[in-house]
């Protein structure tokens, strides 16, 4: 899955893969997940559409590809990665099939494909429905509420004060705590990064330790 992401995000000319791009890998090709998808109304024409538009919801600052840096995953792509396996293995599946990775979204409580789902009208209770009536299993629990960010807090930052601030958040508030928190790549050069949050993380406060620890 990771490889046909890939191949959408450079199509795009996105400079990174997120969950939207497995989303899109999900609806290039044939399967029960791709029916429920476009059952509720997701199809691959619609998702892309939304995420050209410069002012929808990835805006007009979008980091685009360049070969020197490549690709990799960011770290929603990571946990949805985590949790698509986590589904097949309980189902005695290996690798994910197309509905563990459809599963894996709908479950996902904080990442960009949940918030695609609801701008095109696409409910996760709906999802697990089409998915009922086409005949795959679904967890019996019900899927995460969606829960707005409370307050918004962002930080531009030099390359080489992203992994250490990410090294601090991940320790502080690591995935499934409290407060929410994600970075992203601004376009243009020298390379630099925006960090956001919820306001109960002191951005700030990190990002001066960083830049403590940096100095002489």
């Known amino acids: ?75 929603a792509a990571y946990k949805l990665e985590g949790r698509a396996q986590g589904l097949a293995l309980a189902r005695g599946h290996r690798p994910p099939e197309p509905e563990h990775w459809l599963l894996a979204m709908v479950y996902e409580e904080h990442s960009l494909v949940g918030v695609l789902f609801r701008h095109l009208g696409a409910s ?49 508030h690591p995935p499934g705590s409290e407060w929410r928190w994600g970075f992203n790549w601004l376009p243009g050069e020298p390379r630099r990064a925006r960090v956001d949050s919820e306001d109960g993380i002191d951005l700030d406060g990190i990002l001066a330790e960083v830049r403590r620890g940096a100095g002489p």
């Open 1 to 75: 899955m990771f490889g046909s992401a890939s191949s959408i995000a450079r199509r795009l000319d996105h400079g990174w893969v997120g969950t939207e791009h497995f989303l899109l890998a999900l609806l290039a090709e044939p399967s029960v997940a791709a029916e429920a998808l476009a059952d509720v109304g997701v199809t691959y024409a619609r998702v892309v559409d939304v995420l050209q538009d410069p002012t929808g919801l990835l805006g007009p600052n979008v980091q685009h590809y360049s070969p020197e840096r490549g690709l990799s995953p960011n770290p």
């Open 124 to 172: 996760p209770a709906a999802i697990l429905d089409a998915l009922r009536r086409r005949g795959a299993r679904v967890p019996d629990a019900d899927p995460p509420v969606y829960r707005p960010m409370r307050g918004h807090h962002r930080v531009e930052i030099d390359e080489a004060e992203l992994q250490p601030m990410i090294d601090l958040l991940f320790q502080r």
